[in-house]
């Protein structure tokens, strides 16, 4: 290979660009996402406002999980007659982190604990760490 390279280095360019556009997907994993168009789990950005009472709140930026998962219901004939798959985007690997709150009165302690996310995945609920809801 590394002849043929040598010999037409045009013709590289050429298969190169021919294997990007038979191959889409390959590059697609580039372009920017929105929430309205990304299927799946992933970790972004995330900024919160750290409260907590007898101390002045902080701005914190971290990473969180974000995401929409595939989930589906069927009805089934026999009870509970329905069947669930659902899936929630959440923590799959965390790192636990503290912040110093600024103005704590006298016998509030400054410290506060967050999760910091460094992997995401779609799985079922557990409320050891996420807010779960059902209707």
């Keep these: 290979m590394g002849g043929f390279l040598k010999m037409y280095p045009d013709h590289f360019l050429v298969y ?4 990007l556009l038979l191959f889409p997907g390959f590059y697609s994993t ?3 996402t929105t929430l309205q168009s990304f299927r799946g789990c992933a970790v972004r950005d995330f900024a919160f406002l750290a409260k907590k009472p007898g101390c002045r709140s902080l701005r ?6 974000w ?12 009870p509970p007659y329905i069947q669930r798959h659902h899936r929630v985007c959440t923590y799959s690997r965390t ?5 110093r709150l600024p103005g704590c009165r006298p016998g509030v302690s400054p410290i506060y604990h967050y999760p910091q996310a460094l992997q995401c995945d ?14």
């Design 16 to 19: 190169a660009v021919t294997f």
């Design 30 to 32: 580039m372009a920017v």
């Design 60 to 65: 914190i930026n971290t990473e969180a999980c």
């Design 67 to 78: 995401g929409r998962c595939h989930t589906w219901e069927r009805p089934v004939p026999e």
């Design 95 to 99: 790192r636990h982190l503290t912040a």
């Design 122 to 135: 779609c799985t079922y609920c557990s409320t050891n760490h996420t807010e779960c809801e059902t209707f």
